[in-house]
């Protein structure tokens, strides 16, 4: 699974909308984005994840661009409790990889009251 | 369901020592997966299985041990405990197949290592 960037840190008021990117520019025709995210000192938690199309479910949208290099995670309405890390993976689709995740580091979101 | 859960939450040994970290699912899921997560990290894979009688390794095996006997279990094993071991273990499972992408991760066991 390819290497993925993101922002160290990135800050949100709450109410406002979140949008953090990631870049993925080595990614792979049949490689999916995911998005999961850890609340300090819990297990991760899935929150998304999409091939070329934009998705959307009860936590967050996720924005793909038409070149597949890079995509957007976005909370609507954000609040103190999306205060997490959050990270972007890349991943063959559920089969064939065993289901195996390579966490980066990250981006540290801090929403604001 | 309750999910995935992983016994003891804490634990604090001396170099040498043995202990199984312990992790079970109600969810009925093929895959299971052990990981590590030191200070300013993410996560790295230790021992995945994708079925009962079936394990392999992941990206930094040594020094753990694991066997599926069942579906519902997975415990992972330190034979000879170090304190570069000192980490927060955190156990995942998840259905096989494309159509289930979502994998669930236990709340962690945090190792400390004298």
């Known amino acids: 699974d390819a290497k993925t960037t993101q922002p160290t840190s990135m800050d949100c008021a709450e109410g406002r909308a979140a949008n953090l990117p990631c870049n993925h520019s080595?990614?792979?025709?049949?490689?999916?984005v995911y998005w999961y995210r850890q609340i300090h000192s819990q297990g991760p938690q899935y929150i998304i994840h999409?091939?070329?199309n934009n998705e959307t479910n009860e936590m967050a949208s996720l924005i793909i661009t038409e070149d597949r290099k890079s995509s957007t995670l976005i909370l609507p309405h954000a609040t103190l409790r999306d205060t997490a890390v959050y990270y972007c993976?890349?991943?063959?689709?559920?089969?064939?990889?065993?289901?195996?995740?390579?966490f980066g580091q990250g981006t540290i979101l801090t929403v604001h009251p | 369901n309750a999910g995935v859960t992983q016994t003891p939450k804490f634990q604090v040994l001396k170099t040498g020592q043995s202990m199984t970290l312990q992790c079970a699912q109600d969810m009925n899921h093929e895959y299971m997966s052990w990981y590590r997560q030191d200070p300013g990290m993410g996560l790295r894979l230790i021992h995945y299985s994708v079925g009962a009688g079936i394990t392999d390794q992941g990206e930094v095996p040594n020094g753990y041990n694991v066997s599926r006997s069942t579906t519902e279990d997975f415990p992972l094993r330190l034979l000879s405990a170090a304190p570069s071991q000192t980490s927060v273990y955190f156990c995942?499972?998840?259905?096989?197949?494309?159509?289930?992408?979502?994998?669930?991760f236990g709340p962690g066991t945090r190792l400390t290592v004298l």
């Open positions: 080595t990614i792979s025709g049949n490689e999916y």
């Open positions: 993976i890349e991943k063959n689709g559920g089969g064939t990889s065993y289901g195996k995740l390579t």
């Open positions: 995942a499972s998840r259905r096989h197949g494309t159509d289930y992408n979502e994998q669930f």
């Open positions: 999409g091939l070329k």
